[in-house]
């Protein structure tokens, strides 16, 4: 039989474990006091290594929703410790945190304590435009027009500016086709380079999260978006679109017309300034235009309107079919025949157009 320890041994025993929980204490606190340090501490040294960023805050986003954008654009640190301030008052301000609708530019020298106080103090933004999918450049200027915004030509032009477009490196002449559909928040005072740079950064977010454009030039981007522009004015149900764009595919792969409709009217409405037509007729189809997809082999010059998701991701990545025509056989419903053969579609001297989404 071994002998029992002695009081002596089991004190150093139990001195050596409180030693050591509290070596592991200290260390943890101090671990969580650099941790704090490092989340309170600007993201960049100075304000000429600083990103900037414009936050928008709309009615109903939450700090954690805030928060995380401005972790993603490198802004903050952590959107954790942002939420945790938010929540438990870490700078023990004297009133609860309160996360207000509004623009908010900001920078990644600023120290989160300066972040935390100023996202409290936005004007809101009470100025709401819906885009639907399908417009044309001048038909979204009269929506930002029509609520006080900008003016028309205002819009038009800065759509038409070199430096804009460059900005963004996109291959085109003009930014038909990339000011995404959706419904957007802008407040009053804002400019129109900074109003269009809102539809243009959807854009981008939207169009990456689709992987047949992710990594593809520039030039390559620009012909998916004006197949994407085609096709959203052709389809009318939504699982449709990626035959349709199977169909115009099949027909740039093989050197023949597109045949679009909705470029026809493109022509009618936005170059040569008529009403929409409820028909499209053969006479309309001889007009001498490079938008003219009865006559010409190719894409567009540009696009003919912005085209919303479900038209971006079939012009992507159009699936493989042996289609080369489509022709609208219910007009109630919105739905196409799509065949191998022409059958008597360019006969017609009448063809459905798509209904003018505005």
């Avoid at 100025?127 to 900008?150: D, F, N, Q, S, Y």
């Avoid at 800065?158 to 995404?180: M, P, V």
């Avoid at 999260?209 to 522009?229: F, H, M, Q, W, Y």
């Avoid at 093989?254 to 022509?267: D, Q, R």
Wanted: proline fraction near 6%; hydrophobic fraction near 40%; include cysteine.
């Amino acid at each position: 039989m071994g002998k029992k320890a002695g009081p002596k041994k089991k004190r150093h025993v139990l001195l050596v474990v409180f030693l050591t929980l509290l070596v592991l204490v200290l260390l943890a606190g101090i671990a969580g006091v650099l941790a704090v340090r490092y989340a309170l501490s600007p993201v960049s040294d100075d304000k000429e290594s600083a990103t900037s960023y414009e936050l928008h805050v709309p009615n109903g986003m939450t700090v954690m929703e805030a928060a995380a954008k401005l972790e993603e654009e490198g802004i903050i640190k952590s959107r954790y410790f942002l939420y945790a301030a938010a929540r438990y008052r870490v700078f023990h301000r004297e009133q609860p945190f309160n996360l207000k609708s509004g623009a908010y530019k900001l920078d990644s020298s600023m120290p989160l304590a300066e972040i935390y106080d100023l996202l409290q103090t936005g004007s809101p933004e009470n100025i709401k435009v819906v885009v639907p999918e399908g417009l044309t450049v001048t038909k979204t200027a009269a929506i930002v027009a029509a609520e006080g915004l900008c003016t028309e030509d205002e819009f038009i032009m800065a759509c038409h500016s070199e430096q804009l477009i460059s900005k963004y490196d996109f291959a085109s002449s003009t930014l038909e086709g990339y000011l995404f559909p959706d419904t957007y928040f802008f407040t009053e005072g804002m400019d129109v380079q900074s109003i269009i740079e809102k539809f243009l950064d959807n854009f981008v977010e939207k169009a990456g999260s689709i992987p047949a454009l992710k990594g593809i030039t520039p030039a390559k981007l620009n012909e998916r978006v004006i197949l994407a522009s085609i096709v959203e004015r052709e389809y009318q149900v939504a699982d449709e679109a990626p035959l349709i764009a199977s169909v115009f595919q099949n027909r740039i792969d093989n050197g023949i017309g597109l045949y679009s409709c909705a470029t026809i009217e493109y022509i009618l409405t936005e170059i040569e300034g008529r009403p929409h037509p409820d028909r499209i007729t053969y006479e309309d189809l001889k007009i001498d235009s490079p938008y003219n997809t009865y006559k010409w082999a190719a894409l567009p010059p540009t696009p003919i309107c912005s085209p919303g998701l479900v038209a971006l991701k079939a012009a992507a990545n159009p699936p493989k079919t042996d289609y080369y025509y489509f022709v609208l056989t219910n007009p109630s419903e919105g739905s196409h025949t799509f065949s191998k053969s022409f059958k008597g579609h360019i006969e017609a001297e009448n063809l459905y157009t798509k209904p003018s989404k505005r």
